[in-house]
């Protein structure tokens, strides 16, 4: 389009010595500053009615209590000028202790840096602060930071909560000081002396260190580098702010259970302000999702060139690197050594996070109608409406203190659990883990539940009889929770299938289930209008599409299920009760028992088997896929590829043609497209993110 317009190179810009006398020079053409990997989308600016909507939507953040007061944010910068100085203090000890000299004493030193959420400024009421302290050479994480720090903290009386994970991918001290929650990593870089002038995103700091200090010092050299890299950081903030609500009202926000943590979340906001440089908020909330409805998975997100530096550490590159091809969801990091910080993402995760999407861009389109409101794109996700077949992990500790270290340890395997499953069933039966834990106060016992959503695979031929057993998966997954190190008697886990009509009643706002009304809710609506625009409805969509009015046995099937009300002692962990309908088969722990329509039996723990008998009612019937994946492997994890050409859930008047060079043989992704918004704008061309590696590779 022509708002597209080609970079100049620096040296075309510059105005040489000869031209510059002429007594009258040509005007220069303004071209607009390219923002990333490639060209703009769009160099359009806001109308009036965009910063009508930007208002509105700001107002809903500010009435929805995402931003803190100036009471809590002073609070934390004192929280912080605290920790500073215990470190300071930490470190000058240690000095004394190991026969440095006073002067070397004097000047031993430590710094506090903070990444995530805090340091991009979309932080909100309650949210913890992430930390890193840089120490000098001499003091190392695994004696120093993790026992004498950990009990220099411990005596504190400001300090509760302490909780050290050091065999975590990247390790980190977990507490609250002051009642603010603190997340403490520690970097000990080859300086005998840290200076307080420390340019943490100078490679330098790289220099002579091993990959769980790249890994902590990565986060603050990511969050630097995405600021600088955004045209806009007001705006960036905001829409981040939004959609980082969004997805938590939508149960997409997790790093840990393989969706996408803080990180993710910005890396994708900012490649959407980087295609879009003077859009304003609520346009880029509008763009966010439209993108990324259509983004071709597995090309990589990326906010600049990928860089080679001399350091030796190892780069994403499917190229060179194996284990990169198998990324499903890759958004690459800007900051040297440049990483995937989304590896943790499954097939099914996948084809979640592209169910959500889809709804977002309905609701946009709607509110760009004037049919929706904002708030409607923030109505949370009917969890336990939208599969037939759950499995429940209940996780069950002597005290608090027990639960809180060993509820860490087991949601940090879930993902696990997911993996294997997909690789079990040769990814024929999806789980979709939903990332928010409900505690069961009736139980005497210290007590949180996570619980998994389980459907079979849209498109698949459905041959009677045919069982998925994952007993053998689901104990693999026990054996390894169990392996826990910091075991202490009390800890227990219970893997169990439940029936929807038996999900407890504990994990209901109002603490009883809600009942099914006939009619629609605002988000069905969206999903049965987005079915019928298409002609067909996202495959395995978490909002229960209606079927055509042309299909009457379907419709009846669908009416609304009776509930009926489980009292809390019928899900205790060590066996939960199922009513098992006729796509549902259980085995218990010694013999194999089929179970008819309404026949009702018990389940030992972890003995699932679930058919491939089609669900009734679910969407996954009508249309086509939107997300295909193949998955093999072992050892619990997953190698396989995802496609995603085609968005059926998504309106016809939005299309996108593309189509994507070799990753393997050019190491570069390019694509081009068409869609039109229907609203305000011509067609703009999509250019997906290009892979590029610098010539040094």
Request: aromatic share 8%; glycine share 6%.
């Amino acid at each position: 389009m022509g708002g597209l317009i080609g970079m100049v190179s620096s040296e075309r810009t510059s105005v040489s010595p000869s031209l510059s006398l002429s007594p009258s020079p040509l005007p220069t053409p303004t071209t607009p500053k390219q923002h990333g990997v490639t060209k703009p989308i769009s160099v359009a600016g806001p109308t009036e009615v965009d910063w009508q909507r930007t208002r509105e939507l700001e107002k809903f953040l500010v009435e929805a209590a995402l931003y803190e007061s100036e009471e809590e944010a002073a609070k934390r910068e004192e929280v912080l000028g605290r920790l500073r100085l215990i470190v300071k203090d930490w470190v000058k000890d240690l000095t004394r202790l190991r026969g440095y000299s006073d002067q070397m004493v004097e000047d031993a030193n430590a710094l506090i840096f903070t990444f995530g959420s805090y340091r991009l400024g979309v932080h909100g009421p309650g949210a913890d602060i992430d930390t890193l302290c840089v120490g000098p050479s001499y003091v190392n994480r695994e004696e120093d930071f993790f026992f004498i720090l950990h009990n220099n903290l411990a005596e504190m009386e400001e300090v509760t909560e302490l909780q050290p994970v050091p065999d975590a991918h990247v390790p980190v001290m977990k507490f609250k000081f002051d009642g603010i929650s603190i997340d403490l990593l520690y970097a000990s870089i080859s300086l005998l002396v840290v200076p307080e002038d420390l340019d943490i995103s100078d490679v330098s700091v790289l220099y002579d260190v091993d990959e769980p200090t790249v890994r902590s010092l990565n986060g603050c050299r990511v969050a630097d580098q995405i600021l600088k890299l955004v045209p806009n950081v007001e705006h960036f903030c905001t829409a981040l702010r939004c959609l980082k609500f969004w997805a938590k009202r939508r149960g997409v926000y997790s790093n840990v259970t393989g969706f996408l943590g803080g990180v993710n979340w910005a890396l994708l906001v900012a490649r959407v302000c980087q295609l879009y440089p003077n859009a304003i908020p609520s346009m880029l909330v509008s763009r966010f999702f439209r993108v990324y409805t259509m983004w071709r998975w597995p090309n990589p997100v990326m906010l600049c060139a990928i860089e080679e530096a001399e350091l030796g550490f190892s780069v994403w590159d499917p190229r060179k690197n194996p284990r990169d091809k198998t990324h499903h969801m890759p958004i690459i990091t800007p900051a040297y050594p440049c990483m995937n910080s989304s590896y943790n993402v499954s097939t099914s995760t996948l084809r979640a996070m592209m169910d959500q999407f889809q709804y977002g861009n309905k609701i946009c389109e709607d509110v760009e109608l004037n049919k929706a409101q904002w708030s409607s794109l923030f109505e949370p996700y009917l969890f336990f409406e939208s599969y037939k077949n759950y499995l429940q992990v209940d996780i069950i500790a002597e005290d608090a203190d027990d639960l809180r270290a060993w509820r860490g340890w087991v949601e940090s395997r879930l993902r696990q659990l997911t993996l294997m499953i997909e690789r079990d069933t040769f990814g024929k039966l999806q789980c979709h883990p939903y990332p928010q834990e409900y505690v069961d106060s009736s139980k005497p016992c210290a007590h949180c539940a996570f619980f998994m959503g389980l459907q079979r695979k849209p498109g698949e031929v459905v041959q009677e009889g045919q069982q998925f057993d994952i007993r053998g998966t689901v104990e693999e997954f026990k054996h390894s929770i169990n392996m826990y190190m910091f075991w202490k008697p009390g800890m227990e886990i219970c893997v169990s299938h439940v029936r929807r009509k038996q999900i407890p009643s504990y994990v209901f706002p109002e603490g009883y289930k809600r009942s099914r009304h006939p009619r629609l809710t605002s988000q069905q609506q969206s999903d049965k209008q987005s079915c019928e625009d298409g002609d067909a409805c996202q495959a395995g969509s978490g909002e229960r599409c209606l079927k055509r009015k042309k299909e009457p046995e379907a419709v009846q099937q669908d009416r609304p299920e009776k509930r009926q009300s489980i009292s809390p002692e019928h899900s205790v962990p060590s066996s939960l009760s199922s009513r098992i309908g006729s796509n549902i088969e259980l085995i218990n722990s010694d013999k194999k028992v089929q179970y008819q329509e309404t026949e009702v039996g018990d389940v030992s723990n972890g003995s699932v088997i679930t058919s491939l008998a089609s669900e009734v009612g679910s969407c996954e019937d009508i249309g086509n896929e939107s997300v295909a994946g193949s998955c093999e492997g072992n050892n619990g994890s997953v190698d396989g590829s995802v496609e995603g050409s085609n968005n059926p859930g998504s309106s016809q008047s939005d299309s996108c043609d593309a189509e994507s060079e070799s990753l393997l043989e050019n190491g570069r992704l390019k694509g081009n497209g068409v869609f039109q918004n229907g609203v305000q704008e011509e067609l703009e061309v999509l250019n997906l993110s290009s892979l590029t590696f610098s010539s040094s590779i």
